[in-house]
């Protein structure tokens, strides 16, 4: 058992302590730096934790808003290697009535997910997209080429 699944065997017995989740959040940062792949595993497990956390009724309501901090701080961790993720963290402190994303993530990932092939993989060349009219695709293609620019600021972009 690694590190990483060391400190969540913890937090399963003892959810309550920001600490670990904290400790947790950092050994996720130094996975980044070899292995993103199984880094990314680890923050999707670490938020995980952090929403039952939240849902624990034994869990103080201090604590709950500091773990919705460490999931806010795990997406940032991702944005480098997920559209979703950069989407999601962008509207995390934003009222709910004015999030675009959030309200439709289920509909749009999929489209999400085909714009990460073509941004982050490279697996696709070109990407044409067809939806019905008011989905999103406007607002969704500027997300992205926001994430764009700010992976890439040095790259010249176009929108």
Not at 41 to 46: S, V
Not at 89 to 115: D, G, I, M, S, T
């Amino acid at each position: 058992m690694d590190t990483f699944h060391k400190i969540c065997y913890v937090i399963k017995n003892n959810p309550s302590n920001i600490e670990h989740y904290e400790d947790a959040l950092t050994c996720c940062k130094h996975l980044f730096n070899s292995n993103p792949i199984y880094a990314m595993k680890c923050t999707y497990e670490l938020k995980t934790l952090a929403e039952r956390g939240i849902k624990n009724d034994l869990v103080l309501n201090d604590t709950k808003k500091e773990l919705y901090g460490i999931i806010h701080k795990a997406l940032i961790l991702e944005t480098p290697y997920s559209l979703d993720s950069y989407f999601q963290a962008l509207e995390f402190h934003r009222p709910e009535r004015e999030q675009f994303y959030r309200p439709r993530r289920e509909k749009l990932l999929k489209v999400v997910r085909e714009l990460e092939k073509l941004l982050i993989s490279d697996e696709l060349d070109e990407l044409f997209l067809s939806c019905p009219p008011r989905v999103g695709k406007t607002t969704l293609i500027l997300f992205a080429i926001s994430w764009q620019i700010g992976i890439h600021p040095e790259s010249s972009n176009l929108y």
